[in-house]
């Protein structure tokens, strides 16, 4: 069934250092990618996205790479600020008006000072 | 400009009791899809409503049930409620238009049940 694994489940990183969250999904005909960021007692923030027909896209110091050969991707946030603390989740869903998102389990990043 | 809303934040309620949630979308969205966060795990999908008719249903039991107002406002309702429906339930809003997907989700609905 369709699934998105995600890794790690909790990253520590020194304040002003990079992060690196990777997801993996297991359906092919899933074209749409997703990330959100969800603060304590909020819903999910979308943060990026990428499409299946663009490999990387950059907003400031947040990126993500996409490889649809391996069905991968990822996120990766450049000079971590403490407000970057938070739970982040990849998701994968197919663009078309009957779709559904599907979540990775999260990853819990703490910034440390 | 007003975000997606939900009502109420918080609820208790029994085993057995039914509940239902609300979801106002943002304005000119007319897509609302339904999820179930429990602690510590990612949203899981419930249903989509697109324009009033039920547009994907995800692996959930019939005492699940939703549907999709006129004004495009959205309520979810749970029978029969067990312990393991306690979760964060959240609404999501989409404009569904020229291949656009990005969903805007509310604050949720924290749901205890005891």
């Given at each position: ?23 993996t999904y297991s359906d092919s005909a899933s074209n749409y ?27 400031q110091r947040i990126a993500v790479t996409l490889n649809k ?25 197919r663009m078309n008006r009957d779709d559904k998102i599907i ?11 | ?114």
């Open positions: 069934g369709e699934n998105v694994e995600q890794h790690p489940s909790t990253l520590s990183v020194q304040e002003g250092d990079s992060a690196v969250i990777k997801c990618f997703p990330w959100y960021k969800q603060e304590l007692g909020k819903g999910p923030q979308l943060i990026i996205d990428i499409r299946s027909n663009v490999g990387e896209k950059k907003d050969t391996a069905k991968h991707f990822s996120l990766h946030i450049t000079e971590t600020q403490p407000e970057d603390s938070a739970v982040y989740f990849c998701a994968a869903s979540f990775g389990k999260g990853t819990r990043l703490h910034i440390l000072p | 400009d007003a975000g997606v809303t939900q009502s109420p934040t918080h609820l208790i309620k029994t085993r057995g009791q039914q509940v239902t949630l609300r979801c106002s979308p943002i304005s000119g969205h007319k897509s609302v899809s339904w999820y179930q966060q429990v602690l510590g795990q990612g949203p899981q999908f419930i249903f989509q409503y697109y324009e009033k008719e039920e547009r994907g249903r995800g692996n959930f039991p019939d005492r699940f049930s939703a549907r999709q107002f006129p004004n495009y406002s959205s309520e979810l309702n749970v029978n029969a409620l067990l312990l393991g429906d306690s979760a964060l339930y959240l609404c999501a809003s989409s404009l569904v238009d020229r291949g656009t997907t990005e969903a805007f989700f509310g604050q949720g609905t924290r749901l205890t049940v005891v």
